[in-house]
């Protein structure tokens, strides 16, 4: 099991109760009229631009991330240089609520993500197979593109132990815990977590890397990498983390993605390349696009099930 890494995207976590990319979008979508601006006001123009952009990309009705795309966009090419190749036929109001609804979008994401955790509904417990595949020697690399919080807790919760790059007592980006000889899982969240916060003492991204709190106390609204913009950050923890993905791959005979879409280049890019030099891609709960992958296996089942029948184990010694 050491040459074997896992890739889990948001289809991993329905079976313990975490929306898809498609009811998160709608969610989102019905919150529109009551999220308020930086001044506390609600606003008609932001229902009308998730409208007016839908009317021309279908894409946003299903994927909130595409959304933040075309957010991103339309506040960019209204900025110099841009602005001076660039017209739009979408009302001067729109246009001007691109911007202001960029500062408040991750707010009602991360709302509806961390009511989910709270539910009775919320059971990630089938996540603890993932000790069914701790090698011999070294620890098992998971890296996750989610925010929640169900690869820890389920494992957290059965002994079992969860390093993610931050000291457990400080809350402080410690990446050399990777490097833990002793056996468990090392968890690398590509994208951020709903437990990751700025220091207590208010300094920003650029000066310090986030807090991570475990077991959070959903109080605080998290600095999560959400729209508009890229989730290839330049700076720590993303740049360790990334930089963790390349090289485990590069050494991986088996990549076990479950419930991945694959959509995100900077993840399928890498995970292709590593195809063509040999390593299997098993894609468990597999999206309905179709992959290049050179080596690649499909197992037909959600991911709980898929876990719990040792349907992945299978996979791998074949």
Known sequence: MSATVFLVGAGASVDAGMPLVTQLTKELRDRLPDIRDINGHTRAEFPALFNAIASHDDEVIENYERFFEWLSFIRQAQMRPFNKLTCFTLPPQLLTAAGELAFVIKKPVWEILRSQHQLPTYQPGYFARLRDFLPEHGRLKVFTTNYDLCVEDACRNQGIDVVTGFHPSTGQWTPSLFRNPGPGINLYKLHGS????????????????????YPPKWDQEPDLILGPGSKLQHDDPFVTLYA??????????????????????????????????????IDVNPSPCEWSFCHYTKIRMRAKEALES???????QR
């Open 194 to 213: 709903l437990n990751w916060n700025l220091g207590d003492d208010g300094v920003d991204w650029g000066n310090c890397p986030p807090v991570e709190r």
């Open 244 to 281: 963790e993905l390349h090289r485990a791959i590069r050494r991986a005979k088996v990549c076990v993605a479950i419930g991945h879409s694959f959509r995100d280049l900077h993840i399928k890019e890498p995970i292709r390349g590593a195809s063509h030099r040999g390593m299997t891609v």
């Open 310 to 316: 040792g349907k992945i184990l299978q996979a791998i």
